[in-house]
Protein backbone atom coordinates (compact mmCIF):
# COMPACT_ATOMS: atom_id res chain seq x y z
CA UNK A 1 0.00 0.00 0.00
CA UNK A 2 2.77 2.34 0.65
CA UNK A 3 4.75 1.52 -1.98
CA UNK A 4 1.28 2.84 -4.31
CA UNK A 5 1.01 5.48 -2.64
CA UNK A 6 4.22 6.92 -3.28
CA UNK A 7 3.99 5.59 -6.78
CA UNK A 8 0.47 7.70 -7.58
CA UNK A 9 1.94 10.47 -5.67
CA UNK A 10 5.36 10.70 -7.54
CA UNK A 11 2.84 10.69 -10.49
CA UNK A 12 0.70 13.39 -9.96
CA UNK A 13 3.83 15.26 -8.72
CA UNK A 14 4.61 15.52 -12.32
CA UNK A 15 2.21 18.53 -12.65
CA UNK A 16 4.53 20.77 -11.49
CA UNK A 17 6.55 21.23 -14.71
CA UNK A 18 3.11 20.48 -16.68
CA UNK A 19 1.39 24.19 -16.64
CA UNK A 20 2.07 27.61 -17.06
CA UNK A 21 0.23 31.24 -15.91
CA UNK A 22 0.97 31.79 -19.70
CA UNK A 23 -2.33 31.61 -21.70
CA UNK A 24 -3.99 30.46 -18.76
CA UNK A 25 -7.88 29.80 -19.85
CA UNK A 26 -6.46 27.18 -22.79
CA UNK A 27 -3.32 25.72 -20.49
CA UNK A 28 -5.61 24.69 -17.63
CA UNK A 29 -8.79 23.91 -19.44
CA UNK A 30 -12.33 26.20 -19.43
CA UNK A 31 -14.42 23.43 -18.06
CA UNK A 32 -15.94 23.44 -21.59
CA UNK A 33 -15.00 23.04 -25.14
CA UNK A 34 -11.19 24.20 -26.53
CA UNK A 35 -11.05 28.03 -27.54
CA UNK A 36 -10.92 26.88 -31.09
CA UNK A 37 -14.60 24.30 -31.04
CA UNK A 38 -16.40 25.17 -33.64
CA UNK A 39 -19.52 23.02 -33.03
CA UNK A 40 -21.34 22.07 -29.71
CA UNK A 41 -22.74 18.66 -29.11
CA UNK A 42 -25.99 17.57 -30.65
CA UNK A 43 -28.88 18.03 -28.01
CA UNK A 44 -30.57 14.58 -27.79
CA UNK A 45 -28.01 12.93 -29.18
CA UNK A 46 -27.39 9.06 -27.88
CA UNK A 47 -24.52 8.68 -26.02
CA UNK A 48 -21.39 6.67 -27.24
CA UNK A 49 -21.76 3.44 -24.90
CA UNK A 50 -19.54 0.95 -26.72
CA UNK A 51 -15.95 0.74 -26.05
CA UNK A 52 -15.37 -1.09 -28.94
CA UNK A 53 -16.57 0.53 -31.49
CA UNK A 54 -14.52 3.55 -30.11
CA UNK A 55 -11.50 0.97 -29.15
CA UNK A 56 -12.12 0.50 -33.64
CA UNK A 57 -11.98 3.91 -34.42
CA UNK A 58 -8.79 5.05 -32.33
CA UNK A 59 -7.21 2.41 -33.94
CA UNK A 60 -8.61 3.54 -37.38
CA UNK A 61 -7.85 7.53 -36.78
CA UNK A 62 -4.48 6.78 -35.25
CA UNK A 63 -2.90 4.12 -36.98
CA UNK A 64 -0.12 1.82 -35.67
CA UNK A 65 2.24 2.71 -32.82
CA UNK A 66 -0.53 2.92 -30.35
CA UNK A 67 -1.47 1.36 -26.87
CA UNK A 68 -5.52 1.20 -26.82
CA UNK A 69 -7.27 0.42 -23.85
CA UNK A 70 -10.50 0.42 -21.99
CA UNK A 71 -10.67 2.07 -18.52
CA UNK A 72 -14.35 3.66 -17.61
CA UNK A 73 -15.77 6.01 -18.58
CA UNK A 74 -12.28 6.42 -20.68
CA UNK A 75 -11.11 4.54 -23.65
CA UNK A 76 -7.06 5.28 -23.57
CA UNK A 77 -4.95 5.83 -26.91
CA UNK A 78 -1.31 6.51 -26.43
CA UNK A 79 1.83 6.54 -28.04
CA UNK A 80 3.89 6.10 -24.91
CA UNK A 81 5.73 2.79 -23.67
CA UNK A 82 3.34 0.00 -22.55
CA UNK A 83 4.96 0.66 -18.75
CA UNK A 84 4.06 4.29 -19.03
CA UNK A 85 0.91 3.51 -20.37
CA UNK A 86 0.04 1.12 -17.67
CA UNK A 87 0.92 3.94 -14.71
CA UNK A 88 -1.29 6.58 -16.41
CA UNK A 89 -4.31 4.23 -16.05
CA UNK A 90 -3.79 2.53 -13.52
CA UNK A 91 -2.39 5.24 -10.94
CA UNK A 92 -3.64 8.64 -12.63
CA UNK A 93 -6.73 7.83 -14.55
CA UNK A 94 -8.61 4.83 -12.78
CA UNK A 95 -7.20 5.78 -8.92
CA UNK A 96 -7.90 9.31 -8.87
CA UNK A 97 -11.50 8.73 -10.65
CA UNK A 98 -12.29 6.56 -8.23
CA UNK A 99 -11.21 9.27 -5.66
CA UNK A 100 -12.79 11.72 -7.23
CA UNK A 101 -16.19 9.75 -6.92
CA UNK A 102 -15.93 8.51 -3.36
CA UNK A 103 -15.73 11.96 -2.25
CA UNK A 104 -17.67 14.54 -4.95
CA UNK A 105 -19.33 13.00 -7.85
CA UNK A 106 -22.60 10.88 -7.55
CA UNK A 107 -23.71 10.60 -11.13
CA UNK A 108 -21.35 8.84 -14.23
CA UNK A 109 -20.89 9.36 -17.23
CA UNK A 110 -23.56 7.31 -19.60
CA UNK A 111 -21.31 8.09 -22.53
CA UNK A 112 -17.66 7.38 -23.25
CA UNK A 113 -14.90 9.61 -23.14
CA UNK A 114 -11.81 9.69 -25.16
CA UNK A 115 -7.95 9.74 -24.00
CA UNK A 116 -5.06 10.80 -26.00
CA UNK A 117 -2.04 10.62 -24.11
CA UNK A 118 0.85 11.90 -26.80
CA UNK A 119 4.41 11.20 -25.78
CA UNK A 120 5.69 14.67 -27.24
CA UNK A 121 4.97 17.58 -28.18
CA UNK A 122 5.63 16.90 -31.53
CA UNK A 123 3.03 13.96 -32.44
CA UNK A 124 0.70 16.12 -29.95
CA UNK A 125 0.68 19.56 -32.32
CA UNK A 126 0.82 16.90 -35.64
CA UNK A 127 -2.45 15.34 -34.38
CA UNK A 128 -4.53 18.34 -33.46
CA UNK A 129 -3.44 20.53 -36.91
CA UNK A 130 -4.66 17.14 -38.35
CA UNK A 131 -7.59 17.24 -36.42
CA UNK A 132 -8.69 21.01 -35.92
CA UNK A 133 -6.99 22.81 -38.72
CA UNK A 134 -4.34 24.56 -36.53
CA UNK A 135 -1.49 24.13 -33.45
CA UNK A 136 -3.10 23.45 -30.10
CA UNK A 137 -3.39 27.12 -27.87
CA UNK A 138 -2.29 25.21 -24.77
CA UNK A 139 1.09 23.44 -24.77
CA UNK A 140 -0.39 20.97 -22.03
CA UNK A 141 -3.68 19.51 -23.39
CA UNK A 142 -7.69 20.18 -23.17
CA UNK A 143 -10.97 18.64 -22.68
CA UNK A 144 -13.12 19.11 -25.94
CA UNK A 145 -16.73 18.46 -24.57
CA UNK A 146 -18.38 19.05 -27.80
CA UNK A 147 -16.03 15.94 -29.16
CA UNK A 148 -16.15 14.04 -25.46
CA UNK A 149 -12.32 14.26 -25.92
CA UNK A 150 -9.25 14.72 -23.42
CA UNK A 151 -6.06 15.87 -25.79
CA UNK A 152 -2.81 15.99 -23.77
CA UNK A 153 0.81 16.35 -24.38
CA UNK A 154 1.37 13.63 -21.57
CA UNK A 155 5.37 14.55 -21.29
CA UNK A 156 4.60 17.77 -19.57
CA UNK A 157 3.40 15.43 -16.72
CA UNK A 158 -0.29 14.09 -15.34
CA UNK A 159 -1.68 17.41 -13.71
CA UNK A 160 -3.57 18.55 -16.95
CA UNK A 161 -5.01 15.25 -17.02
CA UNK A 162 -6.27 15.19 -13.58
CA UNK A 163 -7.66 18.68 -14.02
CA UNK A 164 -9.65 17.72 -17.08
CA UNK A 165 -10.81 14.61 -16.00
CA UNK A 166 -12.87 16.78 -12.94
CA UNK A 167 -14.06 18.86 -16.07
CA UNK A 168 -15.05 15.68 -17.91
CA UNK A 169 -16.69 13.57 -14.55
CA UNK A 170 -18.52 16.53 -13.01
CA UNK A 171 -20.46 17.22 -16.34
CA UNK A 172 -23.01 14.70 -15.51
CA UNK A 173 -23.14 15.49 -11.39
CA UNK A 174 -22.94 19.00 -11.69
CA UNK A 175 -24.16 20.27 -15.01
CA UNK A 176 -24.55 23.91 -13.78
CA UNK A 177 -21.44 23.95 -11.91
CA UNK A 178 -20.16 27.82 -12.49
CA UNK A 179 -16.45 28.20 -13.71
CA UNK A 180 -15.19 29.22 -10.50
CA UNK A 181 -15.66 25.66 -8.40
CA UNK A 182 -14.93 24.07 -12.03
CA UNK A 183 -11.79 25.34 -12.15
CA UNK A 184 -10.88 25.32 -8.49
CA UNK A 185 -11.26 21.95 -8.25
CA UNK A 186 -9.77 21.32 -11.07
CA UNK A 187 -6.49 23.25 -10.16
CA UNK A 188 -6.66 21.91 -6.74
CA UNK A 189 -6.03 18.49 -7.99
CA UNK A 190 -3.47 19.29 -10.76
CA UNK A 191 -0.65 18.53 -7.64
CA UNK A 192 -2.36 15.64 -5.25
CA UNK A 193 -1.98 12.90 -3.95
CA UNK A 194 -4.13 9.82 -2.91
CA UNK A 195 -4.38 9.80 1.17
CA UNK A 196 -6.71 6.98 2.27
CA UNK A 197 -8.89 6.89 -0.75
CA UNK A 198 -9.40 10.68 -1.05
CA UNK A 199 -7.60 13.11 -3.34
CA UNK A 200 -5.74 16.18 -1.38
CA UNK A 201 -4.14 19.32 -3.21
CA UNK A 202 -1.15 20.29 -2.34
CA UNK A 203 1.01 23.53 -2.95
CA UNK A 204 2.00 24.56 -6.09
CA UNK A 205 2.91 26.66 -9.35
CA UNK A 206 -0.14 28.73 -8.58
CA UNK A 207 0.79 30.12 -5.23
CA UNK A 208 3.30 32.69 -6.62
CA UNK A 209 0.58 34.39 -9.01
CA UNK A 210 -1.75 34.39 -5.63
CA UNK A 211 0.99 35.82 -3.26
CA UNK A 212 1.62 38.59 -6.51
CA UNK A 213 -1.94 39.69 -6.82
CA UNK A 214 -2.31 39.64 -2.97
CA UNK A 215 0.89 41.94 -2.51
CA UNK A 216 -0.45 44.40 -5.58
CA UNK A 217 -3.55 44.43 -4.37
CA UNK A 218 -5.50 43.21 -7.32
CA UNK A 219 -7.36 40.07 -5.56
CA UNK A 220 -11.43 39.90 -5.59
CA UNK A 221 -13.35 39.88 -2.39
CA UNK A 222 -14.41 36.60 -2.48
CA UNK A 223 -17.76 37.46 -2.66
CA UNK A 224 -17.31 39.16 -6.01
CA UNK A 225 -15.17 36.09 -7.58
CA UNK A 226 -17.50 33.75 -6.23
CA UNK A 227 -20.58 35.58 -8.15
CA UNK A 228 -18.13 36.00 -11.26
CA UNK A 229 -19.92 34.55 -15.26
CA UNK A 230 -17.89 32.25 -16.98
CA UNK A 231 -17.03 35.00 -18.86
CA UNK A 232 -16.25 37.34 -16.65
CA UNK A 233 -13.83 34.62 -14.68
CA UNK A 234 -12.24 33.63 -17.92
CA UNK A 235 -11.42 37.86 -18.27
CA UNK A 236 -8.28 39.31 -18.44
CA UNK A 237 -7.60 38.83 -14.42
CA UNK A 238 -7.96 35.14 -15.21
CA UNK A 239 -4.60 33.88 -14.08
CA UNK A 240 -5.75 35.33 -10.47
CA UNK A 241 -8.76 34.19 -10.93
CA UNK A 242 -7.94 30.53 -11.19
CA UNK A 243 -5.23 30.92 -8.33
CA UNK A 244 -7.88 32.55 -5.61
CA UNK A 245 -10.66 29.69 -6.60
CA UNK A 246 -7.50 27.08 -6.61
CA UNK A 247 -6.38 28.35 -2.81
CA UNK A 248 -10.04 28.89 -1.78
CA UNK A 249 -10.61 25.23 -2.19
CA UNK A 250 -7.56 23.99 -0.81
CA UNK A 251 -8.70 26.50 2.11
CA UNK A 252 -12.04 24.38 2.92
CA UNK A 253 -10.11 21.25 2.20
CA UNK A 254 -7.56 22.20 5.05
CA UNK A 255 -11.18 22.82 7.05
CA UNK A 256 -12.63 19.27 5.83
CA UNK A 257 -15.46 20.53 4.41
CA UNK A 258 -14.59 20.82 0.64
CA UNK A 259 -16.54 16.99 -0.27
CA UNK A 260 -19.69 18.43 1.85
CA UNK A 261 -20.10 22.20 0.44
CA UNK A 262 -19.84 20.66 -3.22
CA UNK A 263 -22.85 18.20 -2.11
CA UNK A 264 -24.58 21.16 -0.72
CA UNK A 265 -24.04 23.51 -3.45
CA UNK A 266 -24.78 20.86 -6.33
CA UNK A 267 -27.94 19.90 -4.87
CA UNK A 268 -29.45 23.12 -3.69
CA UNK A 269 -27.81 25.01 -6.63
CA UNK A 270 -31.12 27.18 -7.51
CA UNK A 271 -31.20 28.70 -3.86
CA UNK A 272 -27.67 30.14 -4.15
CA UNK A 273 -25.71 29.96 -8.08
CA UNK A 274 -23.05 31.52 -5.93
CA UNK A 275 -21.94 29.00 -3.46
CA UNK A 276 -21.37 31.66 -0.42
CA UNK A 277 -24.99 30.75 1.27
CA UNK A 278 -23.53 27.37 1.83
CA UNK A 279 -19.98 28.52 2.38
CA UNK A 280 -21.22 30.49 5.39
CA UNK A 281 -23.51 27.39 6.83
CA UNK A 282 -20.56 25.32 6.61
CA UNK A 283 -18.17 28.01 8.29
CA UNK A 284 -20.47 29.24 10.93
CA UNK A 285 -19.38 33.02 9.46
CA UNK A 286 -20.52 35.52 6.78
CA UNK A 287 -18.28 35.73 3.93
CA UNK A 288 -16.49 38.63 4.63
CA UNK A 289 -15.04 37.53 7.86
CA UNK A 290 -14.30 34.29 6.02
CA UNK A 291 -12.42 35.96 2.96
CA UNK A 292 -10.62 37.81 5.66
CA UNK A 293 -9.24 34.70 7.70
CA UNK A 294 -8.27 32.52 3.87
CA UNK A 295 -5.80 36.25 3.12
CA UNK A 296 -4.56 35.49 6.59
CA UNK A 297 -4.20 31.56 5.80
CA UNK A 298 -2.41 31.91 2.36
CA UNK A 299 -0.11 33.56 3.57
CA UNK A 300 1.16 30.85 5.95
CA UNK A 301 1.57 28.43 2.99
Known sequence: MLKKLIGITLTLALIA??????????????????????????????????????????????????????????????????????????????DCAEAMYKDFFEKRPEGLFKVYLFKNAATYEEYCVKKFGHKPSSPYGFFRDDIDSLIMNIATGGGTLVHEMVHALIRPDFPDVPAWFNEGLGSLFECCKIDGGSLRGEKNWRYPILMDAADKNKLVPLRKLFATSDSEFYGD?????????????????????????????????????????????????????????????????
Open 17 to 94: GCSSQKDEKAAAGTGGSHPAAAEKRTAGAAPETDPSGFMAELKEELGNGYVIEYEKPFVIASNISKSEFDRFKEQTIK
Open 237 to 301: NSSANYAQARYFCMYMQEKDCLPAFYRQFRDNFAGDKTGIKFIESLFGKNIDAIDKEWREWIKTL
